[in-house]
């Protein structure tokens, strides 16, 4: 019995959430997503609630039976409040900055890294330390802003580099002289 899948969900008003075999629209004031849910999930809206049903037991229907309803419950929750994670530059000299539709990030390298943003991704700078990524897509979101990261992963030395804001890089100590 997957408790998390038996939970129906409730829509919000202003959303309409429309499925069509296993291809699942969801349309609210932020956005519209679509997505392809796996073909033995038995997905029906009732009444204002998303229910979702697996056809028996077996191992691989029982974990596809709570992820199908998460996804679907992040879409909905997309569509009404985009998600967004927050990145911070640490470094003396290393900054970003957005010019139209690119985040250009200066890293300590020769020449500075410029990222276009991706479809359905909006990048906000409003320090020249602190990157926000948002948008309605969960996985997206996730994903654009461990691509930033990857441009300058965060030393343990002196903690220079990319991060998210609420990890804890634990520093290291440097060599000690000769005794």
Known sequence: ?????????????????????????????KGTMTKEMHKDMKIEVKDNTVTVARPNDLKENRSLHGLTRTLINNMIL?????????LEVNGVGYRAQKQGKKLVLNLGYSH???????EGIKFEVPTPNQIIVKGVDKELVGQTAAVIRT?????????????????????????????
Not at 112 to 118: K, T
Not at 156 to 165: A, E
């Open 78 to 86: 997309g569509v009404t409040n985009e998600f967004s994670k927050t």
């Open 1 to 29: 019995m997957s408790r998390i899948g038996n939970k129906p969900i409730a829509i919000p008003a202003g959303v309409e959430v429309k499925v069509d075999g296993n291809i699942v629209t969801v349309k609210g004031p």
């Open 112 to 118: 500075p890294v410029e990222m276009e943003e991706p």
């Open 151 to 179: 441009k300058r992963l965060p030393e343990v030395y002196r903690g220079k580099g990319i991060k998210y804001d609420y990890e804890v890089i634990r520093r290291k100590e440097g060599k000690t002289g000769k005794k």
